[in-house]
């Protein structure tokens, strides 16, 4: 007889709440801190003089690799999902978009999806980048099943009158 996985019921979390992959985050800000300061050490420690001296501006270009790196990195640890009593905020890669909680019409993350997408009232879906299962899936299901119970009773006309 195959074994049953109990279904633990989904509770709506307290407003506002953040979802965001924090271990994808550290992993990339901690990544960019140490190529940085990897690039700035290597461009202090380069040669002054000889055959093939670093000039300041040899160095100011390696520190400014390094900082892009940073940035790049810093740019792909942005993304987040922030629910209050007024809807959702998606904030991915480069934008940022405001929903009304009627907008939301279901919150989808199935097997394979690389993030939430969110189907919205216009007929269209946005992606919500802040809830991703790359390193965390459980937390991502449960992420994901949170902000569809947050939908599922903000997202209704009773949420108005609370």
Do not use: C
Not at 72 to 98: E, F, H, I, M, Y
Not at 119 to 133: E, F, N
Not at 143 to 148: P, T
Request: hydrophobic share 50%; glycine share 10%; proline share 7%.
């Amino acid at each position: 007889m195959p074994s049953v996985t109990p279904v633990t019921p989904v509770t709506t979390p307290a407003l506002p709440v953040v979802f965001r992959p924090v271990r994808t985050r550290v992993v990339l800000l901690s990544v960019g801190t140490l190529v940085l300061g990897v690039f700035t050490v290597l461009a202090l420690l380069m040669p002054h003089g000889g055959a093939r001296p670093w000039g300041a501006g040899d160095r100011l270009t390696l520190v400014a690799a390094g900082a892009l790196v940073f940035a790049v990195l810093t740019l792909l640890s942005r993304p987040k999902v922030v629910a209050d009593q007024g809807g959702v905020t998606v904030v991915n890669l480069t934008t940022r978009r405001r929903l009304a909680w009627a907008e939301v019409v279901r919150v989808n993350l199935r097997p394979g999806d690389p993030w939430v997408q969110l189907d919205l009232a216009d007929g269209t879906s946005l992606a919500a980048m802040g809830i991703q299962p790359g390193i965390g899936r459980e937390r991502a299901v449960r992420d994901a099943a949170s902000l569809r119970a947050l939908a599922e009773v903000y997202g209704t006309g009773e949420s108005a009158a609370r």
